[in-house]
């Protein structure tokens, strides 16, 4: 019977690994405290909500990717997850690449009127009730949309 022997344990990888996990953990929990029932995944195209930093050196450093919708322009940074707000951007982005990446554009499009039809469907709704009936409403026009959440 041969036995093979197990590779090396790498105990900084590991640590690196646990480290990750908790810093996840970190930000789903952040995630879901500010927008409870929201994914990770659509946190990235809210326009309203700052981007977490998760590697400050990194996202000071690097070209933020931009695009603009209805004369305003939104961007990505490398080292934040999510659209960085516009507070965020003079930190964040000491220059901009403009680039028209279809998918991400009309995601983007589809969300943004989606949350528009949405928000005039609620108006009506005294501030701080309107969030339940917004994801709602805001359920349907994804659906039209063909859109599935």
């Given amino acids: 019977m041969e036995q093979t022997l197990a590779p090396p344990i790498d105990k900084e990888l590991e640590a690196k690994i646990e480290k990750l996990h908790t810093e996840l953990e970190t930000l789903r929990d952040e995630v879901y405290g500010r927008f409870p029932g929201v994914t990770l995944s659509a946190w990235v195209t809210f326009p309203d909500s700052p ?11 690097t070209p933020c990717k931009c695009f603009t919708y209805k004369g305003k322009d939104y961007c990505y940074s490398p080292g934040i997850i999510g659209m960085l707000e516009s507070g965020q951007v003079p930190s964040y982005c000491p220059t901009k690449v403009y680039e028209v990446r279809p998918g991400i554009k009309q995601r983007f499009e589809e969300f943004s009127e989606a949350a528009e039809a949405a928000h005039k469907r609620i108006e009506h709704i005294p501030k701080g009730e309107r969030l339940v009936p917004w994801l709602r409403e805001m359920g349907k026009e994804l659906s039209v949309r063909g859109i599935e959440v």
């Fill in 51 to 61: 981007g977490i930093v998760i590697n400050e050196e990194r996202a000071k450093a």
